[in-house]
């Protein structure tokens, strides 16, 4: 069954703290994409990567990291330079950039 | 500076009824859109896409309609069902620095039975 998987669900963390975000794809996909959802906001673009070992910047990359060293994996860090990153994130891919992504079912972080 | 907006944060339908969702965009180099259907605490799901050389486009009952001159589109849901009820988020991209995606802010459609 291919799909995009995001873990943990719900993720806490003390202030200070570098926390990493797993998203995991079995489609097959060239890009894949990280979101940030806040209350009431549509989807921001924080990093997103057309291919292995390539990654470019979103919208809102500042406190932020990535790494794309396998086709199938897209880690995302939120560091401690990061301002405020209580928030929804969401893990995305697509066949090639452009086509419609695929959305995992998102990672709820919250700093204590 | 929102280049995607969807300005009605909610919408209430009786169920059987048509459920129409707007969205305006500002970005002349917009030339796709999408709509997507997001559950709570689920990701987005990708519902229905129209490219610029199309006015409509249509897949069961969603229906995408897109007016260029006005930067307007809108999603008509025909008949509205109970399981509609979600968030809408429409989307657009282009070519050059609009190539990714830009979501609207969404809209709660709520489908009352």
């Known amino acids: 069954d291919g799909g995009i998987t995001q873990s943990p669900k719900y993720l806490f963390r003390k202030e200070g703290q570098n926390v990493t975000l797993s998203c995991e794809q079995n489609?097959?996909?060239?890009?894949m994409y990280w979101y940030r959802q806040d209350p009431g906001q549509g989807l921001r673009l924080i990093y997103y990567?057309?291919?292995?070992?390539?990654?470019q910047k979103g919208d809102i990359a500042e406190g932020y990291s990535v790494s794309r060293e396998k086709k199938e994996s897209f880690p995302l860090t939120v560091t401690s330079a990061q301002k405020n990153p209580t928030a929804f994130y969401l893990c995305a891919s697509s066949p090639l950039e452009g086509q419609p992504q695929h959305f995992g079912d998102g990672t709820r972080l919250s700093i204590l | 500076d929102q280049q995607v907006k969807q300005n009605s944060p909610s919408l209430s339908v009786q169920e059987g009824r048509i459920s129409i969702l707007n969205c305006d965009y500002t970005?002349?180099?917009?030339?796709?859109f999408l709509w997507y259907k997001k559950y709570p605490a689920e990701g987005p799901t990708f519902l229905i896409s129209i490219s610029s050389i199309k006015d409509k486009n249509e897949d069961g009952r969603f229906t995408v309609f897109l007016n260029k001159s006005a930067k307007h589109l809108s999603l008509h849901i025909v008949p509205s069902q109970p399981g509609d009820s979600a968030v809408y988020f429409c989307?657009?991209?282009?070519?050059?620095?609009?190539?990714?995606?830009?979501f609207g802010s969404g809209t709660q459609l709520t489908v009352l039975p």
């Open positions: 489609l097959n996909h060239d890009a």
């Open positions: 990567s057309q291919i292995v070992n390539d990654f």
């Open positions: 989307a657009a991209s282009g070519s050059g620095s609009a190539r990714q995606l830009t």
């Open positions: 970005n002349s180099m917009f030339d796709y």
